[in-house]
Every structure is written in structure tokens, then in C-alpha cells.
């Protein structure tokens, strides 16, 4: 059977995707989640810069509020392969920008 993780044949199993399972929504769940954009952290110090990014991202926003900024929702594969925190897109955009 595919009790527990069931692996990549859980993931194409249709009947098994419709069947509640406690061992998965534990394991999405632990850790803090991030107030801001809902990511998960265990460690605590990986917590904290991700914290310290929006406060940066947040503080470079507000010192271009009087200008029209808009945020890149959907990524192109490159960035978001390329990216170790999804809120740093904007500001590596406005960085490449500057070069």
C-alpha cells in the first residue's frame, strides 16, 4: 500500500491525492511562518534575514512611494531558479537596472 509517503506514485494516484493525510499536513506546517508572505522556517536565524529582506524590501518601497512601482508576480523560470528568497526579485531587478 502507500501508507505514509507514498513517493512520486502518491503524487500521479488520484484516489490517494483525495484522501486526507496527517503525516503531510504536519510536515507543511512546522516551523514559524513568515507574517509577510507565509513561508516556513525551523531555524531561527534563517528566519531572521529572511525577515531583515522584507524589512529592507519594505523600507526601499517606501522611499519610492511617490514614484509608480509594480511588483513582478508571475517569474520567469530564471529568477525563480535563480532566487533564494522570492522577496529579493524586485530588488535584483532594480539592481540589474542600475548596471
Not at 483525495?18 to 531561527?44: P, W
Not at 529572511?50 to 520567469?76: K, M, P, T, Y
Not at 531558479?81 to 526579485?89: F, G, K
Amino acid at each position: 500500500g502507500m501508507e505514509g509517503n507514498p513517493g512520486l506514485e502518491g503524487l500521479t494516484n488520484k484516489a490517494w491525492l483525495k484522501v486526507r493525510h496527517e503525516f503531510a499536513i504536519m510536515e507543511i506546517s512546522q516551523g514559524t511562518q513568515c507574517q509577510t508572505c507565509g513561508l516556513r522556517f525551523t531555524d531561527r536565524s534563517v528566519q531572521t534575514k529572511h525577515l531583515d529582506r522584507h524589512f529592507r524590501l519594505n523600507r526601499r518601497l517606501q522611499r519610492q512611494a511617490g514614484r509608480v512601482v509594480s511588483r513582478e508576480w508571475d517569474l520567469s523560470v530564471e529568477e525563480w531558479c535563480d532566487q533564494d528568497d522570492p522577496t529579493l526579485v524586485e530588488v535584483r531587478k532594480q539592481e540589474r537596472k542600475k548596471d
